[in-house]
């Protein structure tokens, strides 16, 4: 699934070919993705000048004159900016128009989403519950220990917790902790805010670096432009079960926590 990174990587992408535009239509070739794609939603923003493209967790957020596009990538897919008229493929879902290129989803699982309002954006189902974006200035490690007090779950589970902040997923957990020194299976509520200090600075640390290498390879996902992320050859302990602590020479273990593969070291997280 793509993650935060990738995300962003592909807001920064498309955002210089179409903001400022106009939409001239909106092609929908397979309209059952994660949740239908709103009837008539040609007739709906077609004209309407792009404003903006932003970003709130996974979702990329088109900004029009009368309401805001919300985009989710799914499981699969993914953003690219095309020459108008480029033959459509079997999985290439919806097409946005514009004077001199064309946006297209491509989605073979089709577990995304593109979905229209006109309210403001904060306040859409799928946005009002989530928590601070993790490189905002305001996230730091007392925000996390505030929250760790009420809670007795695996600080991994903490972390990714979109209630609590958004967007750190599997790869990008493992990775901060590994940082942190923290264990992933430890209990959020016995860290200190000394070590909370630490693994949130990690979070924006390994997050940042992975915008500015372009997102982390995973099978199905590409950039914008159709070439692989390359933050996932700098990856510390994520997928390397077996292989030698990058600290310590101990092998990295793996086990699951809370139904998804962690990756740590026995003696460099406690």
């Not at 004077?99 to 995304?112: A, E, I, K, S, T």
């Not at 859409?124 to 996230?139: C, K, M, N, S």
Request: proline share 7%; with cysteine.
């Amino acid at each position: 699934m793509p993650e935060l990174p990738e995300v962003e990587t592909t807001r920064r992408g498309i955002r210089p070919h179409i903001r400022g535009r106009r939409l001239l239509d909106v092609v929908v070739r397979q309209p059952k993705l994660r949740w239908p794609v709103p009837a008539q939603l040609g007739r709906r923003i077609s004209g309407q000048r792009l404003l903006e493209v932003g970003r709130r967790a996974k979702y990329l957020l088109l900004e029009l004159e009368r309401g805001t596009l919300l985009i989710h990538l799914g499981m699969s897919g993914s953003l690219r900016i095309l020459p108008p008229g480029t033959p459509a493929g079997a999985h290439d879902h919806l097409d946005l128009l514009f004077p001199d290129c064309l946006l297209r989803l491509r989605d073979p699982r089709r577990f995304g989403a593109v979905l229209w309002t006109r309210d403001p954006v904060a306040r859409h189902p799928l946005i009002a519950h989530l928590g601070p974006e993790p490189l905002d200035p305001t996230f730091d490690g007392a925000t996390l220990h505030r929250t760790a007090a009420r809670r007795r779950v695996a600080v991994k589970n903490l972390m990714m917790d979109g209630r609590v902040v958004v967007g750190v997923g599997n790869i990008y957990a493992n990775e901060a902790l590994f940082m942190s020194g923290i264990h992933p299976a430890r209990a959020c509520n016995r860290i200190s805010r000394e070590r909370y200090d630490k693994l949130a600075e990690n979070i924006k640390q390994v997050l940042g670096a992975a915008i500015q290498r372009g997102g982390t390879t995973l099978r199905d996902f590409q950039q914008q432009d159709g070439t692989p992320g390359y933050f996932a050859q700098e990856l510390l302990v994520y997928g390397k079960a077996g292989q030698a602590c990058p600290r310590c020479d101990a092998p990295i273990l793996q086990r699951r926590i809370g139904q998804r593969s962690s990756f740590y070291c026995r003696y460099c997280q406690r």
